[in-house]
């Protein structure tokens, strides 16, 4: 994995589904201390998730590539050998 690589995770308090990919996200941290994860909250900040087309929570976005669910861990790692 290449340095500066970073994940953007769109999320919200209210999303019951945001759980699972918090998780996920803890476990690429654990695996992938390099990674920079930033977290946009949809309620403080509504216009950035506007301006990003963001529709669904939970969103991860990595380069080109985005989900709306928790991917596997490998699906993550994959994404961030592709950056």
């Known amino acids: 994995m290449k340095q500066g690589m970073k994940v ?11 759980w699972f990919s918090d998780r996920r996200l803890q476990e690429l941290r654990a695996a992938h ?11 403080a900040d509504p216009r950035r998730a506007l301006r990003d087309k963001v529709m669904m929570l939970p969103t991860i976005v990595i380069g080109s590539h985005s989900w709306h669910t928790a991917p596997p861990l490998t699906e993550l790692e994959a994404a961030l050998d592709g950056v």
Do not use: G, H, N
């Not at 953007?8 to 945001?18: F, G």
């Not at 201390?33 to 309620?43: F, G, R, S, Y």
């Open 8 to 18: 953007t995770y769109y999320k919200s308090a209210l999303c019951p589904r945001c």
């Open 33 to 43: 201390p390099e990674v920079q994860i930033e977290t946009v909250d949809v309620l």
